[in-house]
């Protein structure tokens, strides 16, 4: 069988709205952000969600704990669902973190991690996700870097691809995830 992932982004931090990549520092929503994190909620209430999954930067659970208020359906927060490690550059300005992507799809940002350990992070989740969500649809909310990995493992994306040019967000995306998950992928 498979998992049917939705996946949105957390909703629009303070950050975002002055242009810095937030990174692995928690982040705020703002006004706007909250308003998301409602809408989103009331996009997917009707949708027959086994789990919520987030990451556990404060972004991400605010957005999935004003979307899903009183807990239904369960939310569950994950590590492996983290927006990439900046390192000394968290914070710094998202026109400069743009501009070192491509090279850090394989180097560390000074400090952090790569894109490419992002993606195996994301990838171990999935392993976990297919073994405990067999034939049910879960909802991840989570970061970009994550959004691109499930490009990459389960769309045909190649990293090198989405990091110079990513696809526009919009309200949502949807994939498959088959069950067996084979991770980690055979040599």
Do not use: K
């Not at 909250?34 to 957005?63: K, P």
């Amino acid at each position: 069988m498979a998992v049917e992932i939705v996946y949105e982004t957390h909703a629009t931090t303070t950050d975002n709205e002055a242009g810095i990549a937030t990174g692995h520092v928690p982040g705020r929503l703002g006004p706007l952000g909250r308003r998301q994190a409602a809408e989103l909620g009331e996009r997917r209430r009707g949708e027959a969600l086994a789990a919520v999954f987030s990451s556990d930067l404060h972004r991400a659970v605010a957005t999935a704990r004003i979307a899903f208020p009183g807990g239904h359906p369960p939310l569950h927060q994950d590590p492996r669902l983290r927006e990439c490690d900046y390192g000394t550059l968290n914070g710094a300005p998202a026109a400069l973190v743009a501009a070192l992507r491509p090279y850090c799809a394989d180097h560390p940002y000074p400090g952090g991690q790569s894109h490419r350990q992002v993606l195996a992070a994301t990838g171990a989740f999935l392993a976990d996700l297919a073994a405990g969500f067999d034939g049910r649809r879960v909802l991840l909310i989570a970061h970009s870097a994550n959004r691109w990995a499930l490009d990459c493992l389960l769309a045909g994306a190649r990293l090198e691809d989405v990091l110079r040019e990513p696809p526009p967000w919009r309200p949502g995306w949807y994939y498959t995830l088959p069950t067996p998950w084979p991770w980690p992928p055979p040599a």
